[in-house]
T-cell receptor, first 112, second 113 residues
Framework: SQKIEQNSEALNIQEGKTATLTCNYT??????LQWYRQDPGRGPVFLLL?????KEKRKERLKVTFDTTLKQSLFHITASQPADSATYLC???????????FGAGTTVTVRA | NAGVMQNPRHLVRRRGQEARLRCSPM?????VYWYRQLPEEGLKFMVY????????ESGMPKERFSAEFPKEGPSILRIQQVVRGDSAAYFC???????????FGPGTRLTVL
């Protein structure tokens, strides 16, 4: 069965540094991959989408890469700020599949 | 431009009672998805509905759970005869088409005593 794994440990970084999160998957060939942010007690908020034929996508301080050979996506937050502290979720979807499959998330804490 | 709305935000039920969770999609969105999130786990797909139709309920438990999205009014997720294992956060998402970007509501946190 398909499996989606994100960094198992929480990430604790200093303000201004780059946070790098990983999302690895097996037994799946997604057409696209998305990253969401979730704050405690809130719903996921969409951040970025990257398709299988794209290698990299950027949005402001965020960068996502997608390697379908390694079956991995990396999510980078550059020049991190305390306001970036949250849980980040990766989600995979198929070309004819509206069902998103989510990883368990990685919690990021940015220290001032 | 209101986002996806869910109510109640918190719901406490005793074992054996019924839970009704409501979701109003974003304006202009006719596609609704329900997900469940257990502690320390990722969100799991439950059901996908369009107005008056259940398109895919493959993620729903076979018993006690049902969903609807009537022509008028919000989508409803109903859990009958709740058990402790139903305690979770239930999220609704909506999209304007059957597209890849889904917009999530704040969730309903169900606690079964």
């Amino acid at each position: 069965s398909q499996k989606i794994e994100q960094n198992s440990e929480a990430l604790n970084i200093q303000e201004g540094k780059t946070a790098t999160l990983t999302c690895n998957y097996t037994n799946y060939s997604p057409a696209y991959l998305q990253w969401y942010r979730q704050d405690p007690g809130r719903g996921p908020v969409f951040l970025l989408l990257i398709r299988e034929n794209e290698k990299e996508k950027r949005k402001e301080r965020l960068k996502v890469t997608f390697d379908t050979t390694l079956k991995q996506s990396l999510f980078h937050i550059t020049a991190s700020q305390p306001a970036d502290s949250a849980t980040y979720l990766c989600a995979l979807g198929g070309s004819n599949d509206y069902k998103l499959s989510f990883g368990a998330g990685t919690t990021v804490t940015v220290r001032a | 431009n209101a986002g996806v709305m869910q109510n109640p935000r918190h719901l406490v039920r005793r074992r054996g009672q019924e839970a009704r969770l409501r979701c109003s999609p974003m304006k202009g969105h006719s596609h609704v998805y329900w997900y469940r999130q257990l502690p320390e786990e990722g969100l799991k797909f439950m059901v996908y509905l369009q107005k008056e139709n259940i398109i895919d309920e493959s993620g729903m438990p076979k018993e006690r759970f049902s969903a609807e999205f009537p022509k008028e009014g919000p989508s409803i997720l109903r859990i009958q005869q709740v058990v402790r294992g139903d305690s979770a956060a239930y999220f609704c998402a909506s999209s304007p088409q059957r597209t890849d970007t889904q917009y999530f509501g704040p969730g309903t946190r169900l606690t079964v005593l």
